[in-house]
């Protein structure tokens, strides 16, 4: 059972949802983005998503394409990823990380020596955007076999013949697209994202995680009505963006996480 599995359990038991943030990797600069990641479980964060910079990202709006430029400007890699995440199970060997980004960088580091580094560093997941589950022997398989989660997206143009492709070898939790567009474009709407959530749920009997358009604490709790979860990530980048404090920047992730807790 990876820290995924066990942590979905402990909320299931506790019937609570869970609250999911998405932060960029060096954003602004490695030791600011340390602090805030090691703040976030104290805020209220069950998994915490972790943004591998990467030059071309295809899935991600504005705000996390500069996240990712400022990220890499500040001399930001995979290695220093890792190192990151390193520093963090110094002080929390509990809380789930997932790494979430693009295969080319992987690629460059050798699948073999990445899962090794990855492992190392306390890695529990990996969502790899542009790996479609035809190529599933990339990465896929062997990060399995590794002892790591490798969790697919779906999107509203997910139909059933694909979600059943999309299922096959996905563990930890499904990442529900809610909108059809890149990160920040839009809000998602409880209405439309209920019976998505109940197909896939019935589809992979994997819990479904909502994001892309979730911003508000009020969204936050709707959404998760709806879902085993909900991820934020632009809205809490922006912050970052804005130059907030840190202490300001977990008082707004434990909005949301508050939001998402009592539905």
Known sequence: MTRI???????????????????????PDFDRSLEVVRGLPGAGVDIIELGLPFTDPMADGETIQLAGQRALDGGMTLNRTL?????FRKED???????????????????????????????????????????DSELCLPAQAAGLNFIRLATPTTDDHRLERVAQNT?????????????????????????????ISKATGL????????????KSNAIAKVADGVVVGSAIVSQIAKGKST???LAFVKTLADGAHSA
């Open 5 to 27: 599995d066990a942590k979905f359990a402990d909320l299931q038991a506790k019937g609570k949802k869970a609250f999911v943030s998405y932060v960029m990797a060096g954003d």
């Open 247 to 249: 202490e300001d920047i």
């Open 207 to 218: 819990p479904v995680i909502v994001g892309f358009g979730v911003n508000t604490p009020e």
């Open 93 to 135: 060997d509990t809380t789930p990380i997932v790494l979430m980004g693009y295969y080319n960088p992987i690629y460059s580091m050798g699948v073999d020596a990445f899962l090794k580094a990855a492992k190392t560093a306390g890695i529990d997941g990996l969502i790899v955007v542009d790996l479609p589950p035809e190529e």
């Open 171 to 199: 563990s930890g939790f499904v990442y529900y697209v809610s909108i059809t567009g890149i990160t920040g474009a839009a809000e998602a709407d409880a209405g439309d994202v209920s019976p998505a959530v109940a197909r």
């Open 83 to 87: 190192e990151l995440a390193t520093e």
